[in-house]
């Protein structure tokens, strides 16, 4: 017994030598290994940025730019062959992407740039196509536009009524 509570004494004072909190000056350093900015090059702070070359946080805006690229692509087109329903979700996805840019962790700054312009040229593009209908049948932008959401709403009903006859359509 004694050989026991020799082992329990000298275990216990292993643990009370050990502290049981860390020390003050530790409690706000950071776990990750990074180098500090002030040495590094442009480079590599582009590299190891969290929205850098090497993640999908540069690599998504760069490719939609192409969207955007398209869509000025399309103001030398007549506004007759454009799609309005097409350019009302361009719109739309500029929108609501360039909001939720600045509400993610990082903030994406090249992302909400190129959502931007995606609206701007959605915008022009609706806008082109809302004053061509209106020329046509001389009514005002507001008719136009209420006109095309009956036609939605009846595109709605037809698919939620029929569903596999609408997709047989869209097929055709």
């Not at 090059?41 to 690229?69: C, D, E, I, N, Y």
Request: hydrophobic share 45%; net charge positive.
């Amino acid at each position: 017994m004694s050989a026991r509570a020799g082992l329990r004494l000298s275990q216990l004072s292993r643990f009370a030598r050990t502290p049981f909190r860390k020390p003050l000056g530790r409690r706000y350093q950071a776990t990750d290994a990074a180098p500090s900015p002030q040495g590094q090059s442009t480079f590599q702070r582009l590299w190891h940025s969290p929205v850098g070359v090497k993640t999908v946080h540069f690599w998504a805006p760069v490719m939609k730019w192409a969207l955007v690229l398209a869509g000025v692509s399309d103001f030398s087109r007549p506004a007759e062959n454009l799609s309005l329903t097409q350019n009302i979700a361009l719109t739309c996805t500029g929108a609501i992407w360039t909001r939720w840019c600045f509400i993610i962790k990082p903030q994406n700054l090249l992302l909400a740039a190129v959502n931007f312009f995606l609206g701007c040229v959605g915008v022009t593009q609706v806008t082109r196509i809302l004053l061509y209908r209106r020329g046509l049948k001389d009514t005002t932008i507001a008719q136009e536009a209420k006109e095309n959401l009956k036609d939605a709403s009846l595109t709605a009903k037809g698919i939620a009524e029929d569903p596999q006859g609408a997709a047989k359509k869209a097929v055709n």
